[in-house]
């Protein structure tokens, strides 16, 4: 993917609560017709200074950013999922590896980065800090 910079379109976002297996925080992002998708294993930060595991996953169906609900036994992701954030963000610079964001949500907001371990699956997420 070529690098791109700032864009002046506005995305929506969702961060759900996923009480599945394991209790974890599904970042999805509004992105080419989709909802990229990461999960993060511990509650994203809200302050800079607290780094978080993003694990990318299975892109979803954008009808799924309003999704809540319980997700029944045997069925993949089972357990009970609600909106734990929401808004709008804008891309500040996308590459392969990186993704520099700034979210309006209702919990968080400010500058955010997504950086990829080399090309893995595995991305930090973290709030930048203001100089």
């Known amino acids: 993917m070529k690098e791109t910079m700032s864009t ?4 929506r976002f969702v961060i759900q609560k996923h ?3 394991r ?4 970042f999805r992002l509004e992105m ?3 909802l990229k998708s990461w999960a993060i294993p511990k509650e994203p930060p809200k302050e800079p200074g607290i780094k978080r595991l993003a694990v990318q996953v299975e892109d979803h169906q ?3 950013i309003d999704f809540e609900g319980v997700i029944p036994e045997g069925k993949y992701g089972a357990g009970k999922v609600e909106v734990w954030d929401k808004g709008t963000y804008v891309i500040r610079h ?3 590896n990186k993704i520099l964001l700034s979210l309006q949500g ?3 907001s400010g500058d955010y980065t997504l950086l990829r ?3 893995d699956k595995n991305w930090l997420f973290f709030k930048n800090k203001h100089v």
């Open 117 to 119: 371990f080399k090309q």
């Open 23 to 26: 209790l974890h925080y599904d």
């Open 8 to 11: 002046s379109s506005t995305a």
């Open 62 to 64: 954008l009808d799924y």
């Open 94 to 96: 996308r590459s392969d």
């Open 19 to 21: 009480d599945a297996t």
């Open 32 to 34: 080419d017709g989709v």
């Open 106 to 108: 209702e919990r968080l």
